[in-house]
């Protein structure tokens, strides 16, 4: 399996973490990732747990600032990697860093483009993809590659699941954080489709009654925060994954509580538990339908003791483990 040419921003950097010794008895996560470059292959190595997978940072928060949030998750994606280097790596997966598409001057459209065009192609290439945002305009990034990827335009039923406090479903002039799934369901209209979008997580009072009707007209399939009982929240999941082939796995760290993930754009007073939200992540990687997944919404200027950062390199661990 070869590893696509990608037009990055950034090369990887190395990773680092603490050293145990060399065996696979010690490995951690920054002893396993492989940096991308022309050279590099990812084979899918008999035994191993399904497809190579790829890191791709998006750094970005030009869409944070067009929606009015605080800025600064344009540093997520190396503060992710910091986090999830020095933990231990269980998977005999493949894993690959193939850097960053920065977004500069405002560029978001640019950007967003760029990394969609280096998705669809790891894709293509056999490989599972992770998008390490970045602000929830990653979302559509994202988005542009899993729609372009083979697997979209040979006919296979895509569905986008949103672990959110938002809907980020706002009719606004210029794209931005708050944007991407209106976005989507255009686009996936202009394409003859219809989107197939559902929320875990969505805070009441953080959502307007139009964005509600929006959510309501788009026939967008919701789960309220105060609802994200485990069993509820697992039957929710099991049946939106009966009617799509492949899934397209967002999550945007603000649907946790403000004391498990105080540094994002927008911090929620309610949240999800994390133990509820890494069981989602369990579940839609058991279903064998996970084509591509993000994470979003890391601020490292708000962080407190590098906790949202943690959390989201466990989640990556665990769709990746």
Same mark, same amino acid.
Request: charged share 20%; glycine share 10%.
């Given at each position: /399996?070869?590893?696509?040419?990608?037009?990055?921003?950034?090369?990887?950097?190395?990773?680092?973490?603490? &050293?145990?010794?060399?065996?696979?008895?010690?490995?951690?996560?920054?002893?396993?990732?492989?940096?991308?470059?022309?050279?590099?292959? =990812?084979?899918?190595?008999p035994?191993?747990?399904?497809r190579?997978?790829?890191?791709l940072?998006?750094?970005?928060?030009?869409?944070?600032?067009?929606?009015?949030?605080?800025?600064? =998750?344009?540093?997520?994606?190396?503060?992710?990697?910091?986090?999830?280097g020095?933990?231990?790596?269980?998977? $005999?997966?493949?894993?690959?860093?193939?850097g $960053?598409?920065?977004?500069?001057?405002?560029?978001?459209?640019?950007? !967003?483009?760029?990394?969609?065009?280096?998705?669809?192609?790891?894709?293509?290439?056999?490989?599972?993809?992770?998008?390490?945002g970045?602000?929830?305009?990653?979302?559509?990034?994202? &988005?542009?590659?899993?729609?372009?990827?083979?697997?979209?335009? %040979?006919?296979?039923?895509?569905?986008?699941l949103?672990? %959110?406090?938002?809907?980020?479903?706002r009719?606004?002039?210029?794209?931005?954080?708050?944007?991407?799934?209106? !976005? /989507?369901?255009?686009?996936?209209?202009?394409?003859?489709?219809?989107?197939?979008?559902? @929320?875990?997580?969505?805070?009441?009072?953080?959502?307007?009654?139009?964005?509600?009707?929006?959510?309501?007209?788009?026939?967008?399939?919701?789960?309220?925060?105060?609802?994200?009982?485990?069993?509820?929240?697992?039957?929710?999941?099991?049946?939106?994954?009966?009617?799509?082939?492949?899934?397209?796995?967002?999550?945007?760290? $603000? #649907?946790?509580?403000?004391? #498990?993930?105080?540094?994002?754009?927008?911090? *929620?007073? &309610?949240?999800?538990?994390?133990? +509820?939200i890494?069981? +989602?992540?369990? !579940?839609? @990687?058991?279903?064998?339908?996970l084509?591509?997944?993000?994470?979003?919404?890391l601020?490292?200027?708000?962080?407190? %003791?590098?906790?949202?950062?943690r959390? =989201? *390199?466990?989640?990556?661990n665990?769709?990746?483990?």
């Amino acid at each position: /399996m070869d590893f696509p040419a990608l037009s990055v921003d950034a090369a990887p950097r190395p990773w680092t973490g603490r &050293y145990d010794g060399d065996g696979e008895a010690h490995r951690r996560w920054w002893q396993a990732v492989t940096p991308a470059d022309e050279s590099t292959s =990812a084979p899918h190595v008999p035994g191993t747990a399904g497809r190579p997978a790829v890191l791709l940072g998006f750094c970005s928060d030009e869409g944070v600032r067009r929606n009015k949030g605080r800025t600064g =998750a344009a540093a997520a994606p190396a503060a992710i990697r910091s986090a999830l280097g020095p933990l231990a790596h269980h998977s $005999d997966r493949p894993v690959t860093d193939a850097g $960053d598409v920065v977004v500069r001057d405002g560029e978001l459209e640019a950007g !967003q483009a760029r990394a969609g065009l280096a998705v669809s192609a790891l894709l293509d290439g056999g490989h599972l993809t992770l998008l390490l945002g970045g602000g929830h305009e990653t979302a559509y990034a994202s &988005y542009l590659g899993v729609a372009g990827s083979r697997a979209v335009r %040979d006919g296979r039923r895509l569905g986008v699941l949103n672990l %959110d406090a938002h809907f980020d479903l706002r009719d606004e002039a210029a794209p931005s954080s708050g944007t991407p799934f209106l !976005q /989507m369901a255009r686009a996936e209209a202009a394409a003859g489709r219809e989107l197939k979008y559902a @929320v875990v997580g969505i805070s009441e009072p953080n959502n307007t009654r139009a964005l509600f009707s929006t959510a309501e007209e788009l026939g967008v399939k919701y789960l309220l925060d105060e609802d994200c009982t485990a069993g509820a929240t697992e039957a929710f999941v099991a049946d939106f994954l009966t009617g799509i082939d492949v899934l397209y796995l967002t999550i945007d760290l $603000d #649907v946790l509580p403000a004391a #498990v993930a105080p540094g994002v754009s927008a911090p *929620a007073s &309610y949240g999800v538990p994390l133990p +509820v939200i890494s069981a +989602v992540c369990r !579940q839609v @990687v058991a279903s064998g339908k996970l084509l591509h997944a993000d994470v979003a919404e890391l601020n490292p200027a708000f962080d407190i %003791d590098n906790r949202t950062a943690r959390v =989201a *390199a466990r989640l990556v661990n665990v769709l990746l483990g």
